[in-house]
């Protein structure tokens, strides 16, 4: 059964760092690629950041290029997202989910960030 | 970027009729598509991937069409758990990017 767990989610204020972590069980995790994706409150689905299967390739939308970083541990079976210089606009649901192709597959239930002083 | 646009914003429609999503790209995307479907408090979930290939237990009444800028998702038959948001999102250039959704409500 695929799981994907992610947590690290909570309140930061504007300026602020945050490390998302995503847990993954139930496939070969070191075979796939792994997207971030992200819903602000009421709104719809962005994508964020991808890393390919080794971790040798990663691609980020715009708006968080220089700000965030996403890494992979795969003797840990967990995909990170390391969120910095965090802006009110950033404040959202992000999820985790597996990539088949550029597809997003499988997704985790997602962690609540807030951006706020 | 690739801007996708959905509409209607809102589809009415009453269980049992048939429902059409349409999903339109700003570039051509060939066939690299996907749908997905969100309710209330959940995830998303992945229905259509290249366009009109069904994910892993997704129903038969659920079918996708289209390549290059024109695609649909078609809902044969609705059924009570079909209510919910849809997306569109293009797999073909980075970024990769959503449309806005479509709502699908109880008529």
């Known amino acids: 059964q695929v799981q994907l767990v992610e947590s690290g989610g909570g309140v930061v204020q504007p300026g602020r760092s945050l490390r998302l972590s995503c847990a993954v069980s139930g496939f070969t995790f070191s075979d796939y690629g792994m997207h971030w994706l992200r819903q602000a409150p009421g709104k719809g689905l962005e994508w964020v950041a991808v890393i390919s299967n080794d971790g040798s390739n990663k691609f980020y939308t715009d708006s968080v290029k220089g700000r965030f970083a996403i890494s992979r541990d795969n003797s840990k079976d967990t995909v990170y997202l390391q969120m910095g210089s965090l802006r009110t606009e950033d404040a959202a649901v992000y999820y985790c989910?597996?990539?088949?192709?550029?597809?997003?597959?499988?997704w985790g239930q997602g962690t609540l960030v807030t951006v706020s002083s | 970027e690739i801007v996708m646009t959905q509409s209607p914003a809102t589809l009415s429609v009453s269980p049992g009729e048939r429902a059409t999503l349409s999903c339109g790209a700003s570039q051509s995307v060939s066939s690299d598509l996907a749908w997905y479907q969100q309710k209330p408090g959940q995830a998303p979930r992945l229905l259509i991937y290249d366009a009109s290939t069904r994910a892993t237990g997704v129903p038969a009444r659920f079918s996708g069409s289209g390549s290059g800028t024109d695609f649909t998702l078609t809902i044969s038959s609705l059924q009570p758990e079909d209510f919910a948001v849809y997306y569109c999102?293009?797999?073909?250039?980075?970024?990769?990017?959503f449309g806005g959704g479509t709502k699908v409500e109880i008529k």
């Open positions: 989910a597996s990539a088949a192709g550029n597809t997003a597959w499988y």
């Open positions: 999102q293009q797999n073909n250039k980075w970024p990769l990017t």
